[in-house]
């Protein structure tokens, strides 16, 4: 019973729904499922796949960085051939691993698992909606995100290995199968892998958007809407204008490759060959991709940003502060993100006046960022915090965006990014404020909406000992790797023996090797909780955070529809914490003003008289539906 | 190196302690109820060890700068390389403040507003005028750190100037080539990539008479110091970047669109090796954009010399046309006296008789 057919048949369904289910069977409660709240955790259980395949990729190559003289032999049984007689890691699968890591750890793991999850599992639930606007294409959503991820994981395991020019897939070495063996099989399948994907996320964007739009309950106007669902809502728009210009970009190289255009190709001399391609452009490549790419940095941290302010107020049992000002900065943050793509490409010879604009727009980016930052500090100021794992990461993810955020703006300056472009320091960059931020977005995510998710609590004491471990892990991988950026190291080099300017740092890269893999390690005690948790957790009560939000007030294990009988009408923002002189120190968004009476501020009295209203419209109700 | 391992485990030690310790806690403490003002879950400890991060975290830093600056690039070896580190540790000593003053907020806040029992936090939804200062207050300091790297990248991507050495260097999988415009005339001649073969690396093309003197080398690039050398880049198959870490220069090379980046080197080789008191010091360039297997060696010894020196470099090699005689078939007739001049003369005959074919193909592949 999905919810396209809820709506088709609505008239029918309406009378009989609230006395009978039809029995589903395993495919169509496990597998093929129209129902948001198991997407959401198929997408959950996909990213988490990924996320470990993607985070022992690195602990690979930092094996090789840190310690080049260890004898990887032990890894022959998994990486076979890509391991030589003398234990050393082919340099080609080098770069295989490092452009793998990066495009799964973007794509794959903080777009799909993270974006893909909560808007997914949010939306509804926090809107007060049946399901998704289409529960059909939610699904075919995350299927074809599976096909996507079957494709890209079949392509690690090529003889010549998956695509290594680098997640970023410059041509003309991506375009060109006789530069590089990655260019071969394996960026064939990262393309058609990429393709689906985008398709994916096509399909999961329009839902969200359309779900934000038309379904919200009865009272929910934009200005009650938690700022969780701001966020997703702009993910999915950022998602929507600019994943199409990745998938030009993308076929475009596809026809580079084997249909003979030129579009960024030309005079290339390779293999004792002059090629015919004339007249094309690598460049025009880069501005595709990045038209996507910088918006992506967004489409990865914005919904981390709306779990974090979500969690920091119910747990700092506080209103989040400045409300307006935290959706406004969203939306500037979601504006400039389109108009900033070419400050990845100040040294690529693009025009200088060009390099100036984008500088200029890149740091005024800065501004509502800091906006959010000092918003997060308030909202912890005079709180009563409650320390909860989901707390601790989004507390961990103000941090980490703000100290990474700030080397943003070293590296947005044109002048200086000369040195410093496609060095460490850029690695330390992206990895603090965009990486680990969004991780730490998604763990908060998890930990505070597990009992939602699952009926039962996670372990808090293993949530509190794996933030420790990987917060300071975190800062003790990538506080060292900006030092070794400042010393010129470029990016995706095999070791560092060739040159002497980067013969020094190897008790940093050591180092740094060394707490990635014990940070790495760390995660192993979010996964045995986790899924030890989802078997043998404490059952949850029905509001373990004592918050605002709608999805509270459903049932500990909703079922599909998620509210049986009516969906809750919404009178306030979701931020009434500590109201004074309200009874509890938190008035759920579904009471009404009329039962505060003790708490209202004379503004909210004068809504009283528009409850009547409120309550009797229900216009969203996919089961109530009238034609 | 020992020590840094040794610190490293420490910590993870210390940690794994504080847990054993808290996991009893929390053992003991499982029975208690679960009022709202009742202690949570392991706040105290939490809340201790934002305090002792904060502290630590600072002392951490500070040390490893520190520890790490010994071994930073030595100072600029350019005029403008300078320029951009002045900003960049200008840059860095502003945003450091922001950094201290947002950790320290965080960690404090979250140490000193942790949960206590019958207490309420206070309703502060919003204010206008601290909204108002954090969005000024910031614009404030990005105009400035605009305005200057906006002129110094301006006069850095400004037009060479007319004197400077014109030196064309060319990357390729795994290698550059750096091409001279020759003793003679002073001007690097045409080129195109298909003329590039297993001797024409960079595809000269000998039907423009500029290219007679000009001569390659694909293991080091001499240049003069004090004087402003004007790099013509270009790449040969895929992208590559040129990447001179201690003049702080950096450009992609890009096939089928020629860039360039002008610098004045005012060190040269010499008095590096006398400033870090290192007889074995050279200036390298390496590149960074990923190239394929051989990226990570890409390696170009770059020789910074007096003006004397690097004229008597330059006279001292050899022109293609004198390396390669036989390519003075592609030379057409009517110039074919002049490019005599760089050929040495026994070889002129042999190469001589196949000259009316092949420089007649020579002249209708040029496209430039």
């Excluded at chain 1, 049984?77 to 793998?100: H, Q, R």
């Excluded at chain 1, 109201?579 to 505060?596: C, H, L, M, R, V």
């Excluded at chain 2, 000193?112 to 207490?119: A, D, G, L």
């Amino acid at each position: 019973m999905s919810a396209i057919e809820g709506v088709v048949t609505a008239q029918h369904h309406a009378e009989e729904h609230e006395h009978h289910h039809e029995a589903q069977n395993f495919w169509q409660k496990y597998i093929f499922c129209e129902d948001h709240k198991v997407i959401a955790k198929q997408y959950l259980i996909s990213g988490i796949i990924w996320a470990v395949i993607g985070i022992s990729m690195s602990v690979v190559f930092r094996i090789q960085l840190g310690l080049p003289e260890s004898n990887l032999s032990w890894l022959k049984p998994i990486l076979g051939g890509w391991i030589s007689e003398s234990g050393k890691l082919d340099p080609n699968f080098y770069l295989a691993l490092v452009t793998m890591h990066g495009t799964i750890m973007v794509f794959f793991v903080l777009t799909a698992g993270l974006s893909g999850t909560f808007s997914n599992f949010l939306i509804p639930l926090q809107i007060g909606a049946r399901d998704m606007a289409s529960g059909f294409m939610n699904m075919l959503s995350y299927w074809f995100f599976f096909v996507a991820s079957v494709i890209m994981f079949i392509s690690l395991f090529l003889q010549t290995g998956p695509a290594a020019g680098g997640w970023v897939i410059y041509p003309p070495l991506s375009a060109l199968p006789q530069a590089h063996m990655g260019s071969g099989m394996g960026m064939t399948l990262w393309l058609v892998s990429m393709a689906l994907f985008i398709v994916s996320q096509l399909l999961g964007g329009i839902n969200y958007i359309t779900t934000v739009i038309n379904l919200r309950t009865r009272g929910m106007s934009f200005d009650r809407l938690p700022l969780t669902i701001w966020s997703f809502l702009i993910t999915a728009i950022l998602g929507l204008i600019s994943f199409p210009v990745l998938f030009s970009s993308v076929l475009l190289l596809i026809f580079d490759r084997h249909f003979g255009t030129s579009f960024y190709l030309s005079d290339i001399y390779i293999n004792g060959e002059a090629l015919p391609n004339v007249g094309g452009s690598p460049i025009l490549f880069q501005h595709l991709f990045w038209f996507l790419g910088h918006p992506e940095v967004y489409i990865v941290l914005l919904p981390g940003l709306g779990i974090t302010s979500e969690v920091i107020a119910t747990n700092s049992r506080k209103p989040i502060f400045g409300y307006r000002a935290m959706i406004a900065s969203m939306l500037g943050i979601a504006f400039l993100a389109f108009i900033v793509w070419a400050h990845h490409m100040f040294v690529t010879g693009m025009n200088p006046f060009l390099g100036s604009v984008f500088m200029f727009l890149t740091l005024i980016i800065a501004v509502p960022s800091a906006v959010k930052g000092f918003n997060y500090i308030t909202t912890l100021w005079k709180g009563n915090i409650v320390f909860t794992p989901g707390m601790l990461f989004s507390i961990g993810l103000v941090s980490l965006f703000v100290s990474g955020g700030l080397t943003g703006i070293i590296l947005g300056n044109s002048a200086l990014d000369i040195q410093l472009h496609d060095t460490y320091f850029v690695v330390a960059h992206f990895h603090l404020v965009m990486g680990a931020a969004s991780a730490f977005g998604l763990f908060a995510g998890v930990y505070h909406w597990f009992p939602k998710m699952f009926g039962r609590m996670m372990n808090t004491t293993l949530g509190q000992i794996h933030f420790w471990f990987t917060f300071i892990g975190i800062y003790l991988i990538f506080i060292p790797m900006h030092y070794v950026g400042i010393a010129g190291f470029p990016r995706r080099y095999y070791q560092f023996t060739s040159y002497d300017f980067t013969h020094k740092y190897m008790d940093m890269n050591m180092f740094i090797s060394v707490a990635a893999i014990l940070s790495f390690l760390a995660q192993f005690i979010f996964l045995w909780n986790f899924f030890y948790s989802i078997f043998k957790g404490k059952r949850a009560p029905q509001n373990p955070w004592r918050s605002n939000t709608l999805e509270w007030t459903t049932p500990i294990h909703p079922g599909h529809g998620n509210w049986e009988g009516q969906i809750p009408a919404v009178y306030r923002w979701s931020y009434d914490y500590s109201k004074p002189g309200a009874k509890e120190d938190f008035i759920p968004q579904n009471i009404p003003y009329s039962q505060t009476l003790e708490s209202n501020f004379p503004h909210e009295n004068e809504l009283i008289a528009a409850e009547k209203a409120i309550e009797s419209q229900n216009f969203n109700d996919q089961f109530n539906a009238s034609h | 190196m020992s020590i840094l391992i040794a610190i490293v485990a420490l910590v993870f030690v210390v940690l794994t302690g504080i847990v054993i310790s808290r996991l009893q806690n929390v053992l003991k403490s499982i029975n208690k109820s679960d009022s709202p003002d009742a202690e949570p879950s392991g706040n105290k400890v939490n809340g201790a060890m934002f305090l002792v991060i904060l502290v630590t975290g600072a002392v951490a830093i500070t040390w490893s700068y520190l520890h790490a600056r010994e071994f930073f690039l030595p100072e600029a070896s350019s005029v403008h390389g300078r320029r951009t580190d002045d900003l960049f540790w200008f840059s860095m000593g502003i945003l450091t403040i922001p950094f201290i003053l947002v950790n320290f907020l965080i960690f404090f806040f979250a140490w000193k507003y942790q949960h206590k029992p019958n207490h309420r936090a206070s309703f502060y939804p919003d204010n206008h005028r601290l909204e108002l200062i954090w969005t000024i207050v910031p614009a404030i300091v990005m105009a400035l750190l605009v305005f200057t790297g906006w002129k110094a990248w301006s006069d850095i991507t400004s037009d060479a100037p007319r004197d400077s050495e014109v030196i064309e260097i060319t990357g390729k999988q795994f290698n550059w080539i750096v091409r001279y415009s020759g003793v003679s005339d002073n001007k690097l001649g045409n080129y195109n990539f298909k003329l590039i073969d297993a001797q024409n690396e960079v595809g000269i093309d000998l039907s423009d008479e500029n290219s007679f003197d000009d001569f390659t080398n694909p293991s080091e690039m001499h240049i003069p110091v004090n004087r402003p050398v004007l790099l013509r880049i270009r790449a040969r198959d895929v992208l590559h970047s040129v990447f001179i870490p201690h003049m702080r220069v950096k450009m992609d090379a890009v096939p089928g669109m020629p860039t360039k980046f002008w610098f004045v080197a005012d060190k040269s080789t010499a008095d590096m090796r006398a400033e870090l008191n290192n007889p074995k010091f050279d200036y390298e360039i390496a590149c960074t954009e990923v190239c394929g297997q051989g990226h990570f060696s890409m390696k170009l010894r770059l020789i910074v010399e007096d003006e004397a020196s690097y004229k008597k470099w330059c006279a001292e090699q050899a022109t293609f046309l004198q390396t390669y005689p036989e390519y003075l078939a592609k030379v057409p007739e009517n110039l074919k006296a002049k490019a005599m001049k760089y050929v040495p003369a026994e070889a002129v005959t042999p190469a001589d008789s196949s000259s009316t074919s092949a420089g007649g193909a020579g002249t209708s592949t040029s496209l430039r």
